[in-house]
Antibody, heavy 116, light 107 residues
């Protein structure tokens, strides 16, 4: 059974960079496409981007200039960096694994608050 | 971007009822339409993929249908544990997009 666990700071200052890591266990990171998805408090879901273990990526144009998703296959981890954050980036951030064309696997989510 | 519009935004139903949630896409899709269930404080859970395929382990009272631009999630014989928010999501094109959610309350 694939399990995902997000980790990273829960508080980021405005204008700084949000950095999160997702650790994949139970299967190889090479078997799926990996995404970051966020959910502002009380709101809906927003896809940020995906990465394949080969390094290929695709990002939501809403974030394109600020986002980088990268992989560390040796650690079975992938990461999110979002630069120049504002209060609007406060959200629960989920890592998710896409099997086929749907998100089969989800982390528990981590709340990141942007505040000084 | 493909915009996904769900209706209703919320509904209330009783145990044993049948409910249908609809999802309309802003353009014709190939069929990569998925449904998720989310309860408070938890990540979404995949229920239906490719419009009508039931994810392993999901009760058979959940079903999906539709094609083109119009899709539906139907829950038969509603149970108390079905109280949740339901989201549709398209994987036809990036950026992948979600509907705004439908909150289902069990009376």
């Amino acid at each position: 059974q694939v399990q995902l666990q997000e980790s990273g700071p829960g508080l980021v200052k405005p204008s700084e960079t949000l950095s999160l890591t997702c650790t994949v266990s139970g299967d190889s990171i090479s078997n799926y496409y990996w995404s970051w998805i966020r959910q502002p408090p009380g709101k809906g879901l927003e896809w940020i981007g995906y990465l394949h273990y080969s390094g290929s990526t695709d990002y939501n144009p809403s974030f394109k200039s600020r986002v980088t998703i990268s992989v560390d296959t040796s650690k079975n981890q992938f990461s999110l960096k979002l630069t120049s954050v504002t209060a609007a980036d406060t959200a629960v951030y989920y890592c998710a694994g896409r099997g086929g064309w749907s998100f089969h696997y989800w982390g528990q989510g981590t709340l990141v608050t942007v505040s000084s | 971007d493909i915009q996904m519009t769900q209706s209703p935004s919320s509904l209330s139903a009783s145990v044993g009822d049948r409910v249908t949630i609809t999802c309309r896409a802003s353009q014709t899709m190939s069929g990569y339409l998925n449904w998720y269930q989310q309860t408070p404080g938890k990540p979404p859970k995949l229920l239906i993929y490719a419009a009508s395929s039931l994810q392993s382990g999901v009760p058979s009272r959940f079903s999906g249908s539709g094609s083109g631009t119009d899709f539906a999630l139907t829950i038969n014989n509603l149970q108390p544990e079905d109280s949740a928010t339901y989201y549709c999501q398209q994987s036809d094109n990036t950026p992948y997009t979600f509907g705004q959610g439908t909150k289902l309350e069990i009376k």
